[in-house]
T-cell receptor
């Protein structure tokens, strides 16, 4: 079935470090791919998305490229800030369903 | 603020009981989704409604039911509650309920079954 696998957390980095959170997927058809972020005590918010192969989604310094050949949608940011501390969810949308990965908790230390 | 309102924010109840969670979607959105978030299962899709009609069903137990009313608000009913039903329940909404649409999430209802 359709599924998303994220790198296990938690991930702890220092401020200004480079971030990569890996995400791979399995899907029938051609899914749209998303990254959502959940700050403490809040619901999920869309961070970025890509709807077809080779599309790059970007927002707030975060980027992810839809790689069909490797079925991946890794999240990257060149220089993280303390305010980026949150839980990040990779997700795919296909056949009226949005399927989420397990989430990766990111903590940025000053 | 996403514009999606969920009530109550916290709910504590006992096993065997029944509860109702309420969701008001963002103004103008026609589709409502329910998700369950727990430590062991992650974020699980339960059910989606569009303009009052069920559109998609996920891992929703038979003890759970939902509906969307003419004013587009939705309710999730959980009955014969078990300890394992303790979780954070999210409602989300979108305009058309299309597969690749952005979802707007509420802050969730934390359910504790004792």
């Amino acid at each position: 079935g359709d599924s998303v696998t994220q790198m296990e957390g938690p991930v702890t980095l220092s401020e200004e470090a480079f971030l990569t959170i890996n995400c791979t997927y399995t899907a029938t058809g051609y899914p749209s791919l998303f990254w959502y972020v959940q700050y403490p005590g809040e619901g999920l918010q869309l961070l970025l998305k890509a709807t077809k192969a080779d599309d790059k989604g970007s927002n707030k310094g975060f980027e992810a490229t839809y790689r069909k050949e490797t079925t991946s949608f890794h999240l990257e940011k060149g220089s993280v800030q303390v305010s980026d501390s949150a839980v990040y969810f990779c997700a795919l949308a296909v056949a009226q369903k949005l399927v989420f990965g397990q989430g990766t908790r990111l903590t940025i230390n000053p | 603020d996403s514009g999606v309102t969920q009530t109550p924010k916290h709910l504590i109840t006992a096993t065997g009981q029944r509860v109702t969670l309420r969701c008001s979607p963002r103004s103008g959105d026609l589709s409502v989704y329910w998700y369950q978030q727990s430590l062991d299962q992650g974020l699980q899709f339960l059910i989606q409604y569009y303009n009052g009609e069920e559109r998609a069903k996920g891992n929703i137990l038979e003890r759970f039911s939902a509906q969307q009313f003419p004013d587009l608000h939705s309710e999730l009913n959980l009955s014969s509650l078990e300890l394992g039903d303790s979780a954070l329940y999210f409602c989300a909404s979108s305009y058309q309920g299309a597969t690749n649409e952005k979802l707007f999430f509420g802050s969730g209802t934390q359910l504790s079954v004792l």
